[in-house]
């Protein structure tokens, strides 16, 4: 089964910056099914990106994924106030079974 | 646009199987385009996916709770349900439903529903 690490826990950034969000798998996997979703308090997670770089309908181009075999990096170039979330980064396979990293917290410094 | 909700008991008794029901609306379950699925969040915690199911009634369960998870489709209404048995207080989540489109090439689970928060309590 694999493992997803993401780092760091906690990242305290401003509006304006860039923020680097960190997914580590635990063995190679495929470029095709690693996703990243934004979690705000109350609110179901809404899926961003897929098949590691392909943004979800809707999201704007700010956010962006790459990475390849076992590191994977969710960007996002320039802060918005709306971005402070929780970020999980997601495999799954071409059979409907998921695992979840323990989440990245994005907070405002 | 399609539509998920969850509905069920949120209070439910150690030792009793939870029960949750997701109706689809704005599209039918029954498209050979979707998986539909179940996650939960521990308060204050990640996300954990439970299993998933076609509309043909196959499922997929997480290992780690195989033996206490059943998923069904009710085509007919639209809906498709979890139970869990035997239950503990570290069953107390929110529990989600989620659709993925088998359609687009990589796709991942794309529509979620609110959520419904289930309590494991005496």
């Known amino acids: 089964e694999i493992v997803l690490t993401q780092s760091p826990g906690t990242l305290s950034l401003s509006p304006g910056e860039r923020a680097t969000l960190s997914c580590r798998a635990s063995?190679?996997?495929?470029?095709?099914?690693l996703a990243w979703y934004q979690q705000k308090p109350g609110q179901a997670p809404r899926l961003l990106i897929y098949g590691t770089s392909r943004r979800a309908t809707g999201i704007p181009d700010r956010f962006s994924g790459s990475g390849s075999g076992a590191d994977f990096t969710l960007t996002i170039s320039r802060l918005e106030p709306e971005d402070f979330a929780v970020y999980y980064c997601?495999?799954?396979?071409?059979?409907?079974?998921?695992?979840f990293g323990q989440g990245t917290k994005l907070e405002i410094k | 646009q399609l539509q998920l909700q969850e509905s069920g008991p949120g209070l439910v008794k150690p030792s009793e199987t939870l029960s949750l029901t997701c109706t689809v609306s704005g599209g039918s379950i029954s498209s050979s385009g979707y998986y539909w699925g179940w996650i939960r969040q521990p308060p204050g915690r990640g996300l954990e996916w439970i299993g998933s199911?076609?509309?043909?009634?196959?499922?997929y369960y997480n290992s780690s709770l195989k033996s206490r998870v059943t998923i069904s489709v009710d085509t007919s209404k639209n809906q498709f349900s979890l139970r869990l048995s035997s239950v503990t207080a570290a069953d107390t989540a929110v529990y989600y439903c989620a659709r993925r489109t088998i359609a687009v090439p990589g796709s991942t689970l794309d529509v979620w529903g609110q959520g419904t928060t289930v309590t494991v309590s005496s």
């Open positions: 063995q190679t996997v495929s470029n095709s099914y």
């Open positions: 997601q495999h799954y396979g071409s059979s409907p079974r998921y695992t």
């Open positions: 199911i076609y509309y043909t009634g196959s499922t």
